[in-house]
């Protein structure tokens, strides 16, 4: 069944980092009030394509090995930058209005952060890659599965866009090469899928710009550290690209 009509849901909220952040675009501080959330229906099909290959998982020792792989040796996520990230995209834990629902997700598609809502007024910040052009889904979703070293499988949309993919109809095996990287949550609307993540990629050197195809895509070792603090039944809320929760300073 397709979600009829648009949401428009107004929130009100600080986030205010505990340090200036500089850019290659100049000096921003955080907006002390968020202006609105879109939440609009995909209009994507209502079934999750079966893979031919959904019993063939990893072992414990398989992932923890892919983990080490990805993770670089005396990994510290202020810090460690093997990348080539501008600095701003590292992890950094910066200050959240009291309003704000711990365990929630935040995905500012301007500045380029995510922002994971923690308990006692902080958050935790993470530098991303959002969708190409129109790909990119403002919207209200909610986590309903969080998978280790997924499977990939393109949308037929995708193989439409971009004939290259059909290659890949039949499922592509987890692994650091996978383009859903070491970890994925899935976003839903109700109860259907919408076939958008929030993932690692095994192309760090896009963070921080428009590479997708509609996901919310970060740095492997990053998203292993948030993945365990995210529990299922989570908000994501995608702010539009023309919506920002930074502002000049």
């Not at 994971?116 to 052009?133: L, S």
Request: glycine residues 8%.
């Amino acid at each position: 069944m397709k979600l009829q009509g648009l949401e428009v849901l107004y929130r009100i909220y600080r986030v205010q980092a505990i340090e200036p952040v500089h850019c290659a675009f100049g000096k921003f501080e955080m907006l002390t009030r968020r202006h609105f959330i879109q939440t609009t229906a995909a209009l994507l099909p209502s079934s999750v394509p079966t893979l031919s290959f959904a019993n063939n998982w990893p072992s414990e020792q398989q992932k923890a090995a892919w983990d080490a792989e990805v993770t670089p040796f005396g990994y510290d996520p202020a810090t460690t930058n093997p990348w080539g990230l501008h600095p701003r995209f590292l992890p950094q834990r910066v200050l959240a209005n009291d309003e704000l629902r711990p365990g929630d997700i935040h995905v500012d598609a301007v500045a380029r952060y995510l922002y994971h809502i923690e308990e006692g007024g902080t958050a935790m910040r993470y530098g991303v890659a959002i969708a190409q052009g129109d790909l990119y889904e403002p919207g209200t979703y909610t986590i309903r599965r969080k998978v280790e070293w997924p499977h990939w499988r393109p949308t037929q949309n995708m193989i439409e866009r971009d004939p290259q993919n059909a290659q890949y109809a039949d499922g592509v095996e987890p692994g650091p090469a996978n383009a859903l990287g070491s970890r994925a949550l899935y976003l839903y609307v109700g109860d259907r899928d919408t076939y958008l993540r929030i993932h690692g990629t095994p192309y760090p050197e896009s963070i921080g710009g428009r590479a997708s195809s509609g996901c919310v895509r970060m740095v492997m070792a990053h998203i292993n550290d948030l993945f365990e603090n995210v529990e299922i039944g989570s908000t994501a809320y995608l702010y539009s690209a023309e919506d920002s929760l930074v502002r000049p300073g």
